[in-house]
């Protein structure tokens, strides 16, 4: 197991986010400073709009059609796996927050592979194995970034004597151990926590975060090298070519390659980007159909701000606009309808997928013999010293 270290772009940006944001109780409308929070307890912008998201069933912007169908799965959230296609629709379209939880862990597969795992106290079995010391000071090193002003977080989220730091240090050290492949990389400390938030049960959030990590993402996104994360985002500029040729063409022309700017989308899945209550409908989706939400999410934003990043010069000001618009939508609605709006198949992925690994192979191997010609030459030179 290792920790990575890969992500300097993302290391600087979480701890300026991480300082932007504050956490109160999630029944708190405003901080001490008289700040507005959000469902969970993040700071929402003054200039932001704000769809809100439904709570209840009889939410007035719910249809009587989604309320029935939410209403059947506060009896019994196994129908969410019985009607995949109705269930996907009325998660797209919103999950009262009351569900979010039972949402997540059965639409993940969770549920089920808690079911089937190895014992029945599989996580408790996790806590008492060793971790890699390499694992456990990154780990150490980044509880005390992880959400420092959330008042909801420090307290447990309800628990009584028990932080959230606690509950996160027994999560990733659960992770590091059940899957040593992977270990810890950063970025997942801010998943993990926000599941946890979300769902306030600490057996059921660690297994969303593994579904999630392990299933429902690309395996080598979060690995100890870098090759994961480029590759996804080779593949996010190669679907931009056909989904938005404008922007493509001018993030090149100001030589922007977004995962040198925006690496913290993919390895903080958005936490740290976009605002909790936005996140969270985001992730509803994620969580129900995997990986390809995501590429969906970010054309969306990219399309649904075109002018403002077709007025960016350089790739500074690339990077300050893309985290301000990211920070202020608030309005999860508009986004999800914009990213389901989009022709965007898996096929189309996978073979982006092929392509991109394929030159990734070919040019490892040019480099592989340019070195070994330069190391040739330079044995040919001395041995001519001789």
């Not at 420090?154 to 040593?180: M, P, Q, S």
Request: aromatic share 8%; with cysteine; charged share 25%.
């Amino acid at each position: 197991m290792f920790s990575c270290v890969r992500c300097a772009s993302a290391r600087g940006e979480n701890a300026s986010e991480g300082e932007a944001r504050g956490v109160s109780s999630p029944s708190s409308s405003f901080s001490s400073m008289g700040q507005s929070k959000d469902e969970y307890g993040f700071t929402i912008s003054p200039s932001a709009r704000h769809a809100g998201e439904p709570r209840m069933p009889a939410s007035p912007s719910m249809s009587a059609s989604d309320a029935r169908f939410w209403a059947r799965v506060r009896e019994d959230a196994s129908v969410l796996r019985e009607v995949g296609c109705v269930a996907k629709r009325a998660i797209r379209r919103g999950v009262p927050r009351d569900l979010r939880r039972d949402v997540w862990f059965e639409c993940s597969g969770a549920k089920e592979m808690r079911e089937n795992a190895p014992s029945v106290a599989y996580y408790q079995n996790l806590l008492l194995m060793k971790v890699d010391e390499k694992v456990t000071d990154q780990i150490e090193l980044d509880l005390a970034r992880t959400f420092p002003e959330n008042e909801n977080y420090e307290r447990g989220n309800g628990a009584a004597g028990e932080g959230g730091n606690d509950v996160l240090r027994r999560i990733l050290f659960a992770y590091a151990r059940h899957n040593r492949t992977t270990g810890y990389c950063q970025g997942m400390n801010y998943i993990a926590a926000f599941i946890w938030i979300v769902m306030g049960d600490e057996e059921r959030a660690f297994w969303t975060f593994t579904a999630l990590l392990d299933e429902l993402l690309p395996s080598d996104v979060h690995a100890s090298d870098i090759k994961g994360t480029i590759s996804q985002y080779k593949i996010l500029h190669k679907i931009l070519d056909t989904q938005a040729p404008k922007i493509a063409k001018h993030l090149r022309a100001v030589d922007v390659d977004l995962v040198m700017i925006a690496s913290k989308w993919l390895l903080c899945l958005f936490v740290e980007s976009l605002p909790a209550s936005t996140t969270a409908r985001v992730l509803d989706c994620v969580l129900a159909e995997g990986e390809k939400v995501w590429f969906r999410v970010v054309i969306a934003m990219l399309k649904l701000y075109e002018r403002e990043i077709l007025a960016c010069d350089n790739m500074p000001d690339v990077m300050v606009a893309l985290k301000e618009l990211y920070r202020h939508q608030t309005d999860a609605d508009e986004l999800l309808n914009a990213a389901f709006s989009l022709q965007l198949s898996k096929s189309t992925i996978l073979g982006h997928r092929a392509a991109v690994q394929r030159d990734m192979l070919e040019e490892a191997e040019r480099k592989a013999a340019a070195r070994a010609a330069a190391l040739s030459a330079i044995s040919n030179r001395d041995a001519k010293k001789r």
